[in-house]
């Protein structure tokens, strides 16, 4: 994928989280311009098939890991991942994150429940104070009257709005479903995180917290600021 080395910040979070890739193991692989880089990373690392088995949390990915030579398979219930490495859209001190932002957000939290650990690799401008600050909440809605979840959602948040493609038609996700993107209002985010699952017509929301267990944000010097739990 041209491009995605462009950015000095990420190329520097990207080795950084190469080095935390062993062959043999089982991984799973997020979404996004952070995990693709990272993808074509451990390709050039081992020069072939890698060794390593991955489970994928969107097509974009897969397409990607399967022409690295990363063996893929499956959630069945029983497998353990060893390391998870995700991007994200916004990151706080907690390493709480808002993602969804490639529409992926629901995969991504079923991978990341399978692992042992999670680590989210991301540039240094995503690191906030406080999640919402820079990015809406993604929410994934069933399709069948949407309308109605989006307003039951405005009983919670300021303001929902559908997600749409460049042509103006809405984006499905993998898994056949709306996004409404929502700003995140002052207050106990654990809270709207739970009220917002709650809600009818609400699949699964973009707050990922106590998920994440190191954060590897990195700067435009190459640098690389690390977080962990």
């Known amino acids: 994928m041209t491009g995605i080395f462009d950015d000095p910040a ?39 098939p890698s060794g390593l088995r991955a489970v994928t949390a969107s097509s974009a990915t897969e397409a990607r890991a399967r022409e690295a030579g990363i063996e893929m398979v499956e959630l069945d219930g029983e497998l353990v991942l060893d390391l998870v490495i995700d991007g994200a859209d916004e990151v706080d001190r907690r390493l709480g994150l808002i993602k969804g932002g490639g529409s992926a957000l629901l ?57 749409v493609a460049a042509d103006g038609a809405p984006v499905v996700t993998d898994e056949g479903h709306h996004l409404i993107d929502c700003a995140v209002p002052n207050g106990d985010l654990a809270a709207l995180g739970t ?24 700067r435009t010097d190459g640098s690389v600021r690390v977080l962990r739990r």
């Open 10 to 48: 990420r190329a520097a979070a990207v080795a950084a989280a190469r080095t935390r890739v062993e062959a043999g193991m089982t991984i799973g692989l997020g979404s996004g311009r952070a995990v693709f880089a990272l993808v074509e990373a451990l390709a050039s690392k081992w020069r072939g």
């Open 107 to 163: 995969r991504e939290k079923l991978v990341m429940a399978a692992a042992r650990r999670v680590l989210i690799v991301a540039e240094a401008t995503k690191f906030v104070e406080r999640l919402g600050t820079l990015h809406p909440l993604p929410v994934e809605v069933v399709r069948f009257a949407w309308p109605s979840t989006r307003k039951r959602l405005l009983e919670l948040v300021p303001a929902a709005v559908l997600r």
């Open 195 to 218: 009220a917002v699952k709650a809600t009818l017509g609400v699949v699964e929301h973009g707050l990922f917290l106590g998920m994440a267990d190191e954060v590897l944000l990195g």
